[in-house]
């Protein structure tokens, strides 16, 4: 069922805030896109679906905004900012953006690990704020994520490769450092939300049900927050969504489709999460 009403700014009390800080996670149980705009993301997204190449899983549809600049009604929307506004100030930049889906019966494990792991020296300070928005039903039945609360605070554990057959990315954090026992289910329903520090440990089950499971990743970061582009710069790049700049950074234009950089990225493997 999706819910068709929407909390006005601000969106986040200031307890929700400092359960944020406290745990690196917090779960939005309001819907966070009226029904009707919300319906027309899915829809979006089912017909992306319907033409993702074959060779393509759906768990990997990264930066799919590069191709597709119709997705910033929603990457730039007031109802996910205000969000975010709370957490990290109102200048906000987009730093990525990644659907996520697990086909039933056979979709992939997300091992364990930090986001930042996979960014390491692309952002300074480390500072980003995933949006992590259930397209489907998200439960423990389907393969939903799991937090480690309070986990934050490193965000450069180490890892040890794994089966890429078998899971969306071919590391994960070493079993000696991680704390599954600790680990907490974030179940949603279509058009709830969850957010997460980008430093947060985390992973998902593979989804063996008979129900489907998709999220839309939106992440975000200060303005303040420096992109190193290094040997990334060729095929990233970042989105001014609110306010104005404050870390020199050069941004992409919304309104232009990018869609060599999302051809490069795919026919190379070079993802960044």
Not at 10 to 25: C, F, S
Not at 27 to 53: C, N, Q, S, T
Request: with cysteine; net charge negative; glycine share 6%.
């Amino acid at each position: 069922m999706v819910a068709n009403r929407v909390t006005l700014k601000p969106r986040l009390t200031d307890g929700q805030v400092a359960t944020y800080k406290r745990e690196g996670y917090l779960i939005v149980a309001d819907p966070i896109f009226p029904g009707e705009k919300f319906l027309k993301l899915k829809a979006h997204f089912e017909d992306k679906l319907d033409r993702l190449a074959p060779e393509v899983r759906p768990e990997e549809m990264d930066v799919p905004h590069f191709a597709d600049p119709a997705l910033f009604e929603w990457l730039f929307a007031d109802e996910v900012l205000d969000l975010i506004e709370p957490l990290i100030g109102p200048n906000i930049a987009l730093w990525s953006s990644h659907f996520i889906c697990k086909p039933k019966g056979n979709g992939k494990r997300v091992p364990w690990h930090e986001d930042s792991a996979y960014w390491k020296h692309s952002l300074t300070p480390m500072e980003v704020v995933t949006v992590w928005l259930a397209v489907d039903p998200s439960t423990t039945a389907n393969g939903c994520m799991y937090v480690v609360p309070r986990t934050q605070d490193n965000g450069y554990s180490d890892y040890v490769p794994v089966d890429k057959s078998k899971n969306v990315f071919d590391t994960e954090i070493t079993p000696s450092k991680m704390r599954d026992l600790t680990a907490l289910p974030v179940e949603l329903q279509p058009n709830q939300a969850s957010l997460h520090d980008g430093k947060l440990i985390h992973g998902s089950p593979p989804n063996t049900s008979e129900l489907r499971r998709c999220g839309y990743t939106m992440r975000y970061m200060p303005s303040y927050v420096k992109f190193n582009a290094g040997d990334i710069g060729f095929a990233h790049q970042i989105y001014l969504a609110r306010g104005r700049d404050l870390g020199g950074n050069q941004y992409a234009d919304p309104d232009q489709a990018y869609p060599h950089l999302a051809r490069y990225r795919e026919q190379s493997g070079r993802k960044f999460h």
